[in-house]
């Protein structure tokens, strides 16, 4: 007798957990779980479906993991290019300071319809304003996310609608988890925050640490992001910034620290030994902050994972930061010392699954496609000229995929895109409203 299922994915090549693909497989998803991989003809022998997809000429992916974004800064696309630094504390911060309620509802659905339809299932928030009208989108997406809001206390250049002492932020972002933090079938996590060492007074830096490690939940800071930070830090506390984390309490196996270009290699051996999560955004850093020392902590065996910086910059889509973290790398690591495999294909795409479900601490349950796991799963259509033939497909897919190459989208057991149409947004409604948005925004911002 056959066993009754929620969703079977047929006849498609998958991507194994140790990152080789293996073809002619079906995949049987019972509620949010993956419960069976094997041959279409097993797999037909003993279950039937409620749903199925068809994966002829897919493939199987674990779903991307955008591990650092900024949800209030979708409007921001196309603003900051060709400006002088410091962007951050000229245009970002400005920005989100001026966004209401609505503003950042209608920013959160643009976002999560961007990161469905890039092929991203998970992502980590690194603190906005409104976050609760952020939650609400993202529980209704059907996305997977780790939210927390923006903590600053200090700084000439924070508006004050942006500051918060401690005591205050510590209750905003508790306030959250009480009415956030489970919810959409666990898909919501709600963690602290500290927006970065220049703008945390040693309070806010303590406070925010404490709190993580209390609520059992993360801990989500930019960290070395570029050399003004360090410089920052060597002024006033005669340290750099992950020597100053650390001081304060912040450096742990529950911090995700987003950037991390300009380390020592002393900082590096820290971060090692407090089981950091490392995020690295290449466009970003590449346009502003340089190049990170990948290939020195990938030899630590560092958890590392990708993050697209939010859109103001660039798209959301992980493809493309794969693409040109690959570039990047090779050109400044590899070609002065002929070394091609600077940073394999594999590794890449490591970084942008499983490397960000560590850096969600969700390791466990997200990032590559086995048995017991999570279904976080993407297909991409590879019957196309520019994928297929090929020698490599993973290499290929780091090379030549694009986030249009993915159709399918399940999160959580669910479908949440199929045939590329989302079915948990209305994007022609999004659209339309976001087009109407922009420049009221940026009127009221004053860009």
Known sequence: MKNLVDLIIKNCSLITSDFEIKENQSVVINEDIILAIDTPEIIEQTYYSKD?????GKLLMPGLVDAHTHISQQFLRGRIADEYPMIWSRILVPFESSLNETDAFNSAQLCCLEMIKSGTTAFAESGGVHMHKVAEVVVQSGLRGAITCSTMDQGPFIPDSMKS???????????????????????????????????????????????????????????????????????????????????????????????????????????KDRKVNIVHNPRSNFGSHGFPKTPRLMQHNMPIGMGTDGAAGSSLSLFDEMRVFRSGLNVFWGLPIFDPLVIPAKELLKMATVGGASALMLKDQIGTIEIGKKADLILLNIDQPHLSPTHKLISTIIECATSKDVEDSIIDGKIVMKNRQVLTLDEEKIMFESKQALKPIAEKAGI
């Not at 490690?213 to 003004?228: A, M, W």
Request: hydrophobic fraction near 40%.
């Open 165 to 271: 002492s401690p005591l205050e932020a510590a209750e905003k972002i508790e306030n959250l988890y009480k009415e956030f933090h489970g919810a959409g079938n666990g898909r919501i996590q709600i963690w602290f925050a500290l927006r970065q060492v220049m703008t945390s007074t040693p309070a806010l830096i303590e406070l925010m640490a404490r709190k993580a490690k209390e609520y059992k939940t993360g801990l989500h800071i930019h960290l070395s992001e570029h050399r003004d930070e360090v410089s920052y830090c060597l002024q006033n506390y005669q340290k750099r910034p992950a020597e100053v984390f650390d001081q304060y309490g912040a450096l742990g196996p529950n911090l995700l620290a987003a950037h991390s270009v300009v380390l020592t290699e002393s900082e590096i051996d820290l971060m």
């Open 52 to 56: 199925t997809l068809d994966g002829k």
